[in-house]
Nanobody, 127 residues
């Protein structure tokens, strides 16, 4: 049974930065790709970023490229999302997810590819 716990959300002004963390437990963290998704009020959950098990491969939604950076520290069983130049449209609940494979396959941007999910952390960007 995998447990994922997000933290680091909060309120920040537009242009500011936040770093989200996701701590995993329950299975060998270093063997699995991970992802971040977000859900804004009134919208469906959407892909934000993903990272392969080793951290060697990453990908981002077009809306966050150049502003967000996903990383992981397998020794700490932790994944991060560094969010810079935040915009009000980044306001959402951000969810950590663990994929059921090692590499970033063609399904890494789809919710169905992920086996486990955290409860989310709220990010609010004010204008």
């Amino acid at each position: 049974q995998v447990q994922l716990v997000e933290s680091g959300g909060g309120l920040v002004q537009a242009g500011g930065s936040l770093r989200l963390s996701c701590v995993a437990s329950g299975r060998t963290f270093s063997r699995y790709a991970m992802g971040w998704f977000r859900q804004a009020p009134g919208k469906e959950r959407e892909f934000v970023a993903a990272i392969s098990a080793s951290g060697s491969s990453t990908d981002y939604a077009d809306s966050v490229k150049g502003r967000f950076a996903i990383s992981r520290d397998n020794a700490k069983n932790t994944m991060y999302l560094q969010m810079n130049s935040l915009k009000p449209e980044d306001t959402a609940v951000y969810y950590c997810a663990q994929k059921g494979s090692t590499f970033l396959s063609g399904n890494y941007c789809r919710q169905v590819a992920y086996d486990y999910w955290g409860q989310g952390t709220q990010v609010t960007v004010s204008s």
